[in-house]
């Protein structure tokens, strides 16, 4: 969406495709962090991205089991906003594609799935992309384009299509997402808390909290055996002691239809780019929760394929080396941050996982609790990323 607004305002003609007849599926992650805003600012829409209802997150605050760690304070990063939004995606996606429509040459087809790419048409050899395939309300039909971007997340279809070849980097973990009540007892508990097998986390919503339960991966299915009742009861043992209400408010979870599973991966692709054709976001990179940063980390490379592409795409098909420079310029922020979400996946999170008995938080994050100027640090590390981009001036 992203792509398709920054193409659009360049002058280029551009499809977004989109396989749903909205955004409004839970449990996507709702972080907007300041490299983001950052960005929002530069091209005039963050006064009214945050005019929509959201929540400013201004310090990470962890827990291990019962002691309160802080690890992130967002007061020294270089924007304007030093705060992480949370905000439902839904909203942060409407209001990019209401920006977009404002564009008559920025075409949003909701309930459009692409389900191939189409090859070496119109005397292009076979291995040029030269189009897509697309379902619709109204049957197949295909799309002829200078260039097919697939940003179409970890389960990519495009990117199957493509062939290209996946570098697995493997995640110990999966997440269990509920809705859970909010009280007016409940204060401001912290984000994440880690206990023994498992970490829970909490984001505000307003009337609810999107909760996310953190287990070993493939454990969902020996916890189904146990039944719904051992299920809650586990869920309420890993909760902050300091919430009220807890069994009645988990009562509102009937049955395993209202919790959503999310399998974690983290891979990579070795090419991103064919002729014709270029993968970015997690279609190129999936991520791992860990920090919230992949929507980030997929915006920035949105940001960067409009930055090295827009003039070219006005008159001509972009030439394979040039879709490869998209590659050159994010490779190295992708590689940085998934080394760094397996390390804290590795150290932090398995320490976590693995646990049964009391255990003490690793060495790093209790120096980081201690200093201001470690947790800015952590903050800065998170909120801005490496190599943040900024859309060229138009
Ligand atoms: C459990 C979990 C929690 C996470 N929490 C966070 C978080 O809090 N913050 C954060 O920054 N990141 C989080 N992430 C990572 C984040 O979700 C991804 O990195 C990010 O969403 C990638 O953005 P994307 O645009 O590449 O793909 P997606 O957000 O997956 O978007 C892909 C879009 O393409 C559509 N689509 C799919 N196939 C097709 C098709 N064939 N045709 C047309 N449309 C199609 C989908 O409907 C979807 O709208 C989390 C990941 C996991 C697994």
Redesign the pocket.
Same mark, same amino acid.
């Given at each position: 969406m992203m792509l398709g607004y920054l193409l659009a305002r360049a002058g280029v003609r551009v499809t977004v495709? %989109?396989?749903?007849a909205d955004?409004l599926?839970d449990?996507?992650?709702?972080?907007i962090?300041p490299s983001t805003l950052r960005i929002m600012e530069r091209l005039g829409l963050l006064d009214g991205l945050l005019a929509i209802p959201h929540q400013e997150v201004r310090t990470i605050d962890a827990q291990w089991e019962d002691r309160d760690l802080p690890i992130g304070d967002f007061s020294g990063v270089p924007t304007t906003t030093k705060f992480i939004a949370l905000m439902p995606q839904w909203d942060f996606l409407d209001y990019l594609a209401k920006s977009g429509r404002a564009y008559p040459n920025f075409d949003l087809r909701m309930r459009? %799935?692409?389900?191939d790419l189409v090859r070496g048409r119109d005397g292009a050899s076979d291995a040029h992309v030269t189009g897509v395939k697309v379902r619709g309300p109204d049957g197949e039909y295909e799309i002829a384009a200078r260039l097919v971007v697939a940003?179409?997340?970890?389960?990519?279809?495009?990117r199957a299509a493509s062939r290209l070849e996946v570098e697995n980097l493997g995640a110990p973990m999966d997440?269990v997402?509920f809705k859970f009540p909010s009280d007016d007892s409940d204060g401001r508990p912290p984000l994440g808390r880690f206990t023994r097998g498992a970490i829970f986390v909490m984001i505000p919503r307003g009337e609810h909290w999107q909760c996310?339960y953190v287990i070993p991966k493939g454990m969902l299915e020996s916890l189904k055996t146990g039944g719904f009742d051992a299920f809650r009861r586990a869920i309420a043992s890993a909760m902050s002691p300091k919430l009220r209400n807890v069994d009645a408010r988990l009562q509102t979870l009937r049955d395993w239809s209202d919790v959503s599973l999310?399998?974690?991966t983290v891979d990579r692709l070795r090419q991103w780019s064919l002729d014709g054709f270029l993968c /970015?976001?997690?279609?190129a990179h999936?991520?791992?929760?860990v920090g919230?940063?992949? /929507?980030?980390?997929?915006i920035q490379d949105a940001v960067a394929t409009s930055n090295l592409l827009r003039r070219i795409l006005l008159t001509r098909r972009p030439t394979p080396a040039e879709l490869r420079r998209v590659q050159d310029r994010r490779l190295f922020p992708t590689r940085v941050t998934q080394a760094g979400q397996v390390l804290v996946q590795e150290r932090v999170v398995s320490l976590a996982l693995k646990a049964t008995d009391a255990f003490e938080p690793p060495l790093a994050m209790r120096v980081i609790s201690r200093f201001r100027f470690l947790r800015q640090l952590v903050a800065r590390v998170l909120g801005m990323g490496v190599r943040p981009e900024v859309p060229d001036p138009d």
């Open positions: 495709l %989109e396989k749903h955004f599926r449990f996507r992650g709702d972080t962090h459009h %799935e692409a389900v940003c179409d997340g970890r389960h990519s279809r495009m997440v997402w996310g999310l399998s974690v /970015i976001g997690d279609a999936a991520m791992s929760p919230g940063i992949g /929507i980030n980390l997929a």
